[in-house]
């Protein structure tokens, strides 16, 4: 980690601006919370899910776990076909705090493992997406974090330094690879990390 005062902020999007996990959907499919455990560890998995974010199309996803799971089918392509339901609504304390440093003039960016497709849905949900002065979308590049090339996609792009930014991430994986390469990093795992403590330590007027 670099020792020189950020300027910059890059948020990830997934259970840190939104709040997404699979089981907001598939609780209102399987009554038996132990059967829908099932299906996520051994049909829809989240290997399986990471390949949509690395840029596989969601059809071809489908087809694929449809054609070895035909008793499942209704299940599979709820992921795709009700892919919203699958967040719940966004952390506002986080989303409030990316409005106060949008509003002070702090050029804040985005870095994020998510299928090009469904960030098109997720914008037309919430649009404070559309307004980072910059952003990685994994599906659309086909990298994925924690790869390094994804956060040097990000610097060349938009010409920043890794050591003007401190990246926001739940994955300690993710977030440990940002330090590797330079970049402040606070992880941000649950709600009781206090975030806009954490901004103040670096300087930020939130």
């Known amino acids: 980690m670099s020792a020189r005062q950020p300027t910059k902020v890059v948020f990830d999007i997934g259970n840190v601006l939104l709040r ?6 598939y609780r209102q499919i399987f009554e038996d919370e132990e059967e829908m455990e099932w299906f996520l560890s051994h049909i829809c998995t989240h290997d399986w899910n990471v390949e949509q974010d690395r840029g596989r199309d969601w059809d071809e996803a489908v087809a694929l776990l449809v054609k070895d799971h035909p008793k499942h089918e209704s ?13 719940e609504g966004s952390y506002e304390q986080n989303v409030t705090l990316l409005l106060q440093l949008r509003e002070a003039g702090v050029p804040n960016y985005c870095i994020t493992n998510f299928s090009g497709q469904k960030f098109i849905l997720a914008k037309q949900r919430f649009p404070f997406l559309a307004d980072f002065d910059g952003i990685i979308v994994s599906g659309d590049e086909r990298l994925l974090k924690p790869d390094p090339a ?13 050591e003007d930014c401190v990246f926001i991430d739940d994955s300690r994986v993710n977030i440990e690879a940002a330090g590797t390469i330079g970049m402040h990093a606070i992880h941000y795992p649950d709600e ?15």
Do not use: K, N
């Open 20 to 25: 997404w996990d699979p089981r907001h959907l």
């Open 75 to 87: 299940a599979i392509r709820a992921f795709h076909e009700r892919w919203t339901e699958t967040v």
């Open 150 to 162: 994804i956060y040097y996609l990000l610097f060349d792009r938009y010409g920043l330094e890794a």
């Open 192 to 206: 009781q990390v206090d975030l806009a403590a954490e901004l103040r330590r670096y300087g930020f007027p939130v």
